[in-house]
């Protein structure tokens, strides 16, 4: 039966620290020959990850193997202390991409742990993010992936008045609560932060998923199996009874897996990006079009990575000198980055792309 309707969730895909890494790592593309190198995924979407290989950029999973002096790039999600270390050893130019949210909780963390605080840290295993986090202050930090985990991860405090609970940026927003809530029946000073470590992001776009899901007969979540909240976004939409797919992108969607869903809704995980959503609306061809489900509008806009400020300007003068221009007027006119705040990660990257 063919789609009469799509319910299109806004806000959806990329969030701004993603567009913030994205577009840090083009503009690596730009000023550097082949190849850049990138710690970790540079965000957990399998289509961004491609298109950023094929324009030469190679993807480690340990700084060693990123040649001295070559131009390295880590990842949004975090990287543990020892590998930023490690990673600015060999006259490496490194750019930390890492989000401002992720450095938050790394903050918290550092700073409960000196003040004797047992954390628990709410996240997944083996998710780059929270293995970044739980090496902040690895003798202080316990994880706690499920609310059954809390018996063994409270046991043996060495002092139960003094616990904090902090969290990866990308859970769904019930796990969180879930957990808190159950933390402080036990433990009622737990200390958390005052505002949550959940990335705003994340908490907006399952709320638009969830008005998006009321009204819809089947769900299409957008973004790789490996995004936290992507899946966060699926668990949500399930949460509600509604009918969910997951996918990459269009070339997995089978319109016939949606059986007779007439009304559809669509969202994207915060790594995925607008030309996904484009793609799989058109496989969906609505008969009756796309209406949007608006919840809130997204202003939060973080500048490019300070080693990149930094690095853009002089490369810009030095290019100036070298041409014969006057560098002083090349520092005095509009700097590269004055446009960025306007810039869109995913239109940058698909001009990236396009031959």
Same mark, same amino acid.
């Given at each position: ?30 000023? @550097? ?7 970790? !995924? ?14 030469? $950029?190679?993807?480690? %999973? ?27 050893? *060999?006259?490496?130019?490194?750019? =930390? ?14 700073? +409960? ?8 840290? $709410?996240?997944?295993?083996?998710? *780059?993010?929270? &293995?970044?986090?739980?090496? &902040? ?35 769904? $927003? ?6 808190? %809530? ?14 949550? /470590? ?18 819809? *007969?089947?769900?299409? $979540?957008?973004?790789?199996? =490996? ?23 269009? !070339? ?22 607008? %030309? ?6 058109? +496989? ?17 806009? @973080?500048?490019?990575? +300070? ?8 490369? *810009? ?7 014969? /221009? ?12 004055? /446009?960025?705040? /306007? ?13």
């Amino acid at each position: 039966m063919p789609v009469e309707r799509v319910l299109l969730a806004r806000p959806r895909g990329f969030c701004a620290g993603v567009e913030m890494a994205i577009k840090a790592l083009a503009w690596m593309v730009r000023v @550097f020959e082949p190849p850049v190198y990138c710690y970790h !995924e540079i965000v957990h979407n399998r289509l961004v990850v491609d298109r950023f290989q094929a324009l030469g $950029v190679i993807f480690v %999973d340990d700084v060693n193997e990123v040649p001295p002096g070559a131009p390295l790039m880590l990842s949004a999600h975090g990287s543990a202390p020892e590998v930023v270390e490690a990673a600015r050893t *060999d006259a490496r130019l490194v750019v =930390n991409a890492v989000c401002p949210l992720v450095t938050k909780v790394h903050h918290e963390a550092r700073v +409960r742990a000196k003040k004797g605080y047992t954390i628990l840290y $709410v996240g997944h295993a083996g998710h *780059d993010e929270a &293995v970044g986090t739980l090496a &902040v202050a690895p003798d202080a930090i316990r994880l706690v992936e499920h609310g059954e985990d809390l018996e063994d991860a409270t046991a043996a405090l060495p002092d139960p008045s003094k616990v904090a609970v902090l969290a990866q940026t990308t859970l769904a $927003v019930s796990d969180w609560k879930g957990i808190v %809530d159950r933390t402080r029946e036990t433990f009622p000073h737990v200390w958390t932060a005052s505002r949550d /470590d959940l990335c705003f992001a994340t908490t907006n776009r399952q709320a638009a998923l969830s008005a998006v899901a009321a009204r819809a *007969d089947a769900v299409v $979540v957008i973004g790789s199996a =490996n995004s936290s909240n992507t899946l966060a976004l699926a668990k949500v939409a399930g949460s509600t009874g509604t009918r969910v797919l997951r996918i990459d992108g269009p !070339e997995e969607l089978d319109p016939s897996v949606l059986g007779d869903a007439r009304v559809v809704g669509v969202t994207a995980g915060a790594s995925a990006p607008e %030309d996904l959503v484009e793609a799989v609306i058109a +496989r969906l061809a609505p008969r009756d079009g796309v209406e949007t489900v608006h919840v809130t509008d997204e202003d939060e806009y @973080f500048p490019p990575p +300070r080693e990149l400020r930094d690095l853009v300007p002089a490369l *810009d003068s030095l290019v100036a000198l070298v041409s014969g /221009d006057d560098p002083v007027a090349a520092r005095d006119r509009r700097g590269p980055f004055s /446009d960025d705040r /306007d810039a869109d990660a995913s239109h940058t990257l698909a001009a990236l792309t396009t031959p």
